[in-house]
């Protein structure tokens, strides 16, 4: 958002021309929003300008990298440093979908065997009444 002094903002009309196609759809989008035509159009400006900033400083940022670049031993030093806090991970055997509940998850982690077909306790199928 675009910051004013102490004093209140002054306001200048400008008269655009758009699209008629682009035109459309702003004006169902503000009735559907409740908003103005001059809200809109200052919202759009002030993230135009929010953008342009943005993209001026990744700009600056790369170019101080391209002069001045990271050393490869800092590079690993920070990674080690902002990974040391990342709990140890090993590999284990895939879950499948119907295995992913927590307590499955938990008692295979810690160990325990799964369970085949054979292991799964058998339903019965439901009995229909003959009439």
Do not use: C, H, N
Request: cysteine-free.
């Amino acid at each position: 958002m675009i910051r004013y002094g102490a004093a209140a903002p002054q306001f200048t009309k400008i008269a655009v021309t758009v699209p008629t196609e682009t035109y459309a759809v702003v004006e169902r989008l503000r009735r559907r929003l409740g908003k103005s035509r001059s809200a809109v159009v200052a919202l759009a400006l002030e993230e135009w300008i929010r953008g342009a900033d943005l993209a001026e400083a990744d700009r600056r940022y790369v170019e101080g990298y391209l002069r001045t670049p990271e050393a490869v031993d800092e590079i690993g030093a920070v990674a080690a440093q902002a990974t040391s806090s990342w709990a140890s991970w090993a590999p284990g055997e895939p879950l499948r979908a119907e295995d992913s509940s927590p307590s499955k998850s938990a008692s295979r982690a810690a160990g325990a065997p799964r369970a085949g077909r054979a292991g799964r306790a058998k339903r019965a199928a439901p009995k229909r009444s003959r009439r």
